[in-house]
């Protein structure tokens, strides 16, 4: 009998254990859709824009690319997009996730990335800014 009953009682713990990683999940799934909607809302030019592009399809095929698609724009391109992939520009709602973000950068310079390029994958990824496959 007391054997029943502690399978009972275990049967209940991993019931309320599933709804609660179910319950996470979903409350994760609706903030990262809010913070795409916040991404796609950051106004980025045309010219920013590609060379956004081919610097994420370079960091998705784990390359770094031989010519640098952020030559391509003006100082104050490149440097409204690092203001905008910086941890600091995430919404407070989504929390600013510094040790994630830095961890993405390091691991970009670690491969070869330079300096601004790692500032905007890190925030590609994490701010999710200027990314097409969102």
Partial sequence: MFKIVLIIIGLI???????????????????????????????????????????????????????????????????????????????EEFGSGESIWLAIFLSQRKKGYSLDQAVIIAGMGHNRVGRRDI
């Avoid at 713990?13 to 609706?30: P, Q, R």
């Fill in 13 to 91: 713990i991993l019931v309320f254990l599933g709804l609660f990683v179910v319950l996470a999940i979903s409350a994760t799934i609706k903030r990262n859709k809010r913070l795409d909607e916040w991404a796609k809302s950051v106004p980025i030019s045309e010219e920013q824009q590609i060379a956004m592009d081919k610097l994420w399809a370079a960091f998705k095929l784990n390359l770094v690319p031989e010519i640098d698609p952020l030559s391509k724009i003006s100082k104050a391109d490149l440097e409204y997009l690092k203001t905008i992939c910086s941890p600091q520009h995430r919404p």
